[in-house]
């Protein structure tokens, strides 16, 4: 009996848990949308030049990884999303190609610096991309800034600088921010989370901007083509993560453990007034089944 209430109890845990999961879907269903800049790069190899800081005390190598990684996870991304939908194929020519350098030189089009100081001594910035576009709306360059440290002197690990170059990667392909918490382009980010995806959603923003590759003629005027500020997810498009490879991927560490997942999800469900109303009417069912059970008489 005692083995028969534990599976109950589990099964519970389990349709709470979708019962969470699926109420937070249906809230953001046909709502995933995405802000872009309005500005394009005109062509599809995008060069990004990673100005390492080897001459300073703070310099850790795994700032360079995180990096590397991010873009190879763009990379991985973009194909991935170029594979699954026929239509939108033209984006599998878009790559970005890293050149690692420890001075800056010129004729790249994305250039990733890090600070230790603060970017902001008002907001807690980590991260900070500036797009120069010229007066057609062509991007010539973007400059990505990466801290090591928050505002409040907290340090960012390795899965924290890969989430947060994710980000501003996507602000320098041209896209804004996204209308979902959930996402990697969301305004808000909180230090000490699980990895970031790339989702369907951001790359589908990417294909916005580079959709002049179907017919490249037409790239001028381009306010012709690119009249909208924003995107919202086809419906014949599944919001979901990416695929990332496993060279990509961030470093496992305690946060992304499925364990300690396992246990924030449960604590999720627990502080929903809901869930924990039907939990408790489930739990005293399952006590009173117990009881009414232990009274039973065997007749042989």
């Given at each position: 009996m005692r083995r028969f209430l534990a599976?109950?109890?589990?099964?519970?845990?389990?349709?709470?848990?979708?019962?969470?999961?699926?109420?937070e879907a249906q809230s953001q269903k046909d709502e995933y949308s995405l802000q872009l800049q309005g500005f394009v790069w005109?062509?599809?190899?995008?060069?990004?030049?990673?100005v390492t800081a080897d001459n300073q005390s703070w310099w850790n190598p795994d700032y360079l990884n995180t990096s590397l990684r991010a873009i190879g996870q763009w990379n991985d991304a973009i194909a991935a999303f170029a594979s699954n939908y026929s239509d939108l194929?033209?984006?599998s020519n878009l790559r970005i190609q890293p050149t690692i350098s420890n001075i800056s030189e010129p004729g790249f089009d994305i250039y990733i610096t890090w600070t230790e100081s603060p970017l902001s001594n008002i907001s807690d910035e980590v991260g900070l991309s500036q797009i120069f576009p010229n007066a057609e709306s062509v991007i010539i360059n973007s400059t990505t800034v990466l801290s090591t440290h928050s505002n409040h002197g907290n340090s960012l690990?390795?899965?924290?600088?890969?989430?947060?170059?994710?980000?501003e990667l996507g602000h320098s392909l041209g896209l804004g921010h996204s209308n979902y918490t959930s996402d990697?382009?969301?305004s808000v980010y909180t230090m000490g989370t699980s990895p970031e995806s790339i989702s369907t959603l951001d790359v589908y923003g990417v294909a916005?901007?580079?959709?002049?590759?179907?017919?490249?003629?037409?790239?001028?005027?381009?306010?012709?083509?690119?009249?909208?500020?924003?995107?919202?997810?086809?419906?014949?498009?599944?919001?979901?993560?990416?695929?990332?490879?496993s060279e990509n991927a961030s470093p496992q560490t305690l946060a992304n453990n499925s364990v300690v997942q396992f246990l924030v999800l449960?604590?999720?469900?627990?502080?929903?007034?809901?869930?924990?109303?039907?939990?408790?009417?489930i739990v005293l069912v399952l006590l009173i089944v117990g009881l009414i059970s232990r009274r039973k008489i065997t007749v042989k």
């Open positions: 599976f109950l109890w589990v099964l519970t845990l389990f349709f709470s848990a979708c019962f969470v999961s699926g109420s005109n062509h599809s190899t995008v060069n990004a030049l990673i194929s033209y984006l690990n390795e899965v924290d600088m890969q989430n947060v170059a994710l980000h990697l382009m969301y916005t901007l580079f959709a002049w590759e179907t017919n490249s003629t037409d790239f001028y005027p381009i306010n012709d083509w690119l009249n909208e500020s924003s995107v919202i997810l086809s419906p014949t498009i599944e919001y979901r993560g990416l695929p990332v490879s449960i604590f999720e469900i627990l502080i929903h007034p809901e869930i924990l109303a039907i939990i408790l009417v």
